[in-house]
């Protein structure tokens, strides 16, 4: 199962929910059977590490997202990935706009995708201050408990 998470930087929301996903998934003993990686639908960010402000809340539970590096979505993700998880419904729009007439991949929102509601976005923190960072790490850390629970469940016979 590969799941790869979308935001439009690619230094805020997805490096945070890629961190709070291997996490979870690593605790639930599912760190092997599940990838997970992020990407943003812009390209300010390609190479850079995750914004310090995102660094600091990971690091606050215990998760170092400090080695990940922006990157672009690319017309592959839409054939390696299973599940293309977005931020927010911009991003949605965008990268449902951008997907090859043979994209395997099923194109949601995380938050919606995590059982939180239709239409459950996570805001850009970007402009924001340090509570905008602490709300988008509980919503990612929710969706990532979500998905730990979610993949056990179908781990188990029966
Ligand atoms: P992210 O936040 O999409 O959560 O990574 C942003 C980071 C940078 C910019 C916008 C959003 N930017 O415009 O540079």
């Known amino acids: 199962m590969r799941l790869l998470v979308v935001c439009l930087g690619n230094i805020c929301r997805s490096p945070m929910a890629e961190g709070a ?14 990838q997970v990686d992020s990407a943003g639908t812009g390209d300010w960010h390609v190479d850079e590490p995750p914004d310090r402000r995102a660094i600091a809340t990971a690091a606050s539970h215990g998760v170092d997202i400090s080695t990940l590096r922006g990157r672009q979505l690319h017309v592959d993700d839409f054939q390696r990935f299973d599940w293309l998880l977005c931020a927010d419904r911009t991003n949605l729009r965008e990268v449902r706009a951008r997907a090859p ?58």
Request: glycine share 12%; no cysteine.
């Open 101 to 158: 007439r043979d994209a395997r991949a099923e194109i949601v929102l995380l938050r919606e995708w995590a059982g939180e509601g239709t239409g459950a976005e996570i805001a850009d923190p970007y402009t924001g201050g340090q509570s905008h960072f602490d709300t988008v790490w509980a919503q990612v850390d929710a969706a990532a408990r979500h998905a730990a629970a979610r993949f056990s469940r179908q781990r188990r016979p029966g």
């Open 21 to 34: 996903l291997r996490f979870r998934l690593q605790q639930a003993g599912l760190g092997d059977r599940v």
